[in-house]
């Protein structure tokens, strides 16, 4: 097969009725999806949600330098027969364009194994505000996440920092460090 | 999906090159599939770790800390960056320059390593490459914040390829390529209202890169500069560039934005073509070997 480059510059560009999409969203798997991918040798998953004290919370926040939005962080134990073979952590951040759901894997020591994306949404700011929008993130840690068309997803030039991940990443080994050594 | 061949389709993303990577492929089995994208990301990681330009302890932060001292072993994968990294420098006359980081670094888009030469200037031509190796005739900070992202983008379509996917798909933050399947719709944003998309192009195999201000507004400055004046560029104007491979889309989206007159001539030997969308003007202009032409376009902001 010939990979020759092709493409065509669509002549719609130029019509008055540009499309448009009014927003980006895309949701790349389940929670449960993404604990197979992460560890694929474990087992079983155990449900071991963290809610911190206000001393453990200072903790984390003095030592990944971000603050925590929630009191309780989902957690999954991975055990692989029986042994614990790490944490599979559920987490989420928005920034002023996005808000993403995405899973962190570490392993017993607390390192990152992996980070997957479980879903992905820009905004029109101001959304993340609103009750009713916030509203329809509900449930997702459970794994009925929503349905959501992946007709939208080629946009060159999305880029957008993952700053906030990377963010969130530090917080969730810190929460580690504090409450699940 | 068409009747007797089945296929699955999977779509993944993960934080890599400092924004989000997004793989899709669609190959004979669930398994094979995430096989095959799991490879890719290791790829990208890879990729990553020699080419980061954040993390002090990244291969690319050892040569600028060594290479105005002495020579500095190479990698395959950082020996063939700086390579085309210098051949496009070189054939842009400095209009695409890899060793603009000390503004970045004074801008603060870039961060400041405390043990990296203080008194770098930017000057690509100090740079000497010796096959797989390197060294700077003087103190100079490298970074290919330019053109990692689209050599990242190939190497794990390549993978996905050699895999044996039926068709594939790599986003690296706007730097995407794919082969295979029916031609794909390519949205870009808008400069001036970045929620919203433009139908830019169908494409079936090869790359687009784009490079745009857009969320830099709040930003001090913007990070695409040029290099010969330091100027900031892109402060509204889109530039996307379609070419055979994403490094080549990846570096010209520089060299179109710092200077769109003299870009022809290097788009046509790239079989590349660019795509200019400035909100302010009634028009899009499309660039390549042909030259530049003008397209009215209605739908301004």
């Known amino acids: 097969m010939s990979h020759s480059p092709a493409w065509l510059i669509v002549p719609a560009l130029i019509a008055p009725a540009v499309a448009v999409s009014p927003a980006y969203a895309v949701q790349y798997m389940t929670a449960e999806g993404a604990q197979k991918q992460m560890f694929p040798e474990a087992s079983r998953f155990v449900d071991h949600p963290v809610r911190l004290t206000d001393a453990q919370r200072d903790l984390v926040e003095k030592a990944a330098n971000v603050r925590m939005r929630y009191p309780e962080q989902p957690v999954w134990q991975a055990l692989a027969n029986g042994k614990p073979v790490g944490w599979f952590v559920l987490d989420e951040v928005y920034g002023k364009h996005e808000f993403i759901t995405y899973a962190v894997a570490l392993d017993v020591t607390g390192a990152v194994r992996s980070v997957e994306i479980i879903d992905y949404r820009e905004t029109h700011g101001g959304e993340i505000g609103n009750a009713k929008w916030r509203a329809q993130f509900v449930g997702k840690h459970h794994g009925d996440a929503l349905k959501l068309g992946d007709d939208i997803q080629n946009i060159s030039g999305a880029t957008l920092s993952c700053k906030h991940i990377s963010e969130g990443v530090r917080r969730v080994v810190a929460i580690h460090e504090v409450a699940l050594k | ?301």
């Not at chain 2, 890719?40 to 990681?45: E, G, I, K, L, T």
């Not at chain 2, 695409?96 to 888009?109: I, Q």
């Not at chain 2, 030469?117 to 103190?139: K, M």
């Not at chain 2, 929620?195 to 079936?204: G, I, K, N, R, V």
Request: charged share 20%.
């Open chain 2, 1 to 301: 999906m068409n009747g007797t061949l089945r296929r699955t389709r999977v779509q993944r993303a993960q934080p890599w090159l400092g924004t989000l990577v997004e793989i899709a492929a669609e190959g004979p089995s669930p398994t094979k599939v995430n096989e095959a994208i799991k490879r890719a990301f290791a790829r990208v990681a890879a990729i990553h770790a020699a080419m980061s330009f954040h993390d002090a302890g990244s291969e690319l932060s050892r040569v600028n800390r060594h290479a105005a001292r002495d020579w500095v072993a190479l990698s395959d994968d950082l020996a063939r960056v700086f390579g085309a990294a210098l051949d496009f420098a070189a054939a842009s006359d400095g209009l695409f320059d890899p060793s603009v980081a000390p503004w970045l670094v004074e801008t603060g888009h870039l961060p400041r390593h405390p043990d990296m030469p203080a008194d770098a200037t930017p000057g690509w031509r100090a740079v000497e490459l010796d096959g797989d190796r390197v060294r700077f005739a003087r103190p100079l900070l490298v970074d290919f914040g330019g053109i990692a992202k689209g050599y990242a983008v190939d190497e794990a379509l390549a993978v996905l390829r050699d895999a044996g996917m039926a068709s594939a798909r790599v986003n690296a933050g706007g730097d995407l390529a794919r082969f295979g399947g029916s031609p794909e719709p390519i949205r870009v944003r808008h400069p001036s209202q970045p929620t919203l998309s433009l139908h830019l192009a169908d494409l079936q195999n090869g790359a687009v890169a784009t490079s745009a201000g857009y969320y830099q507004a709040e930003a001090a400055a913007s990070p695409l500069r040029h290099p010969h004046t330091g100027g900031e560029l892109c402060r509204t104007l889109s530039v996307s560039v379609l070419a055979p491979t994403c490094l080549a889309a990846d570096a010209l989206t520089k060299v179109v934005a710092a200077d769109p007159l003299c870009a022809s001539a290097l788009l046509g030997r790239h079989g590349a073509q660019a795509i200019l969308i400035d909100p302010s003007s009634p028009a899009i202009t499309i660039c390549d070997g042909d030259g530049r032409r003008t397209l009215p376009h209605e739908a301004t902001a």
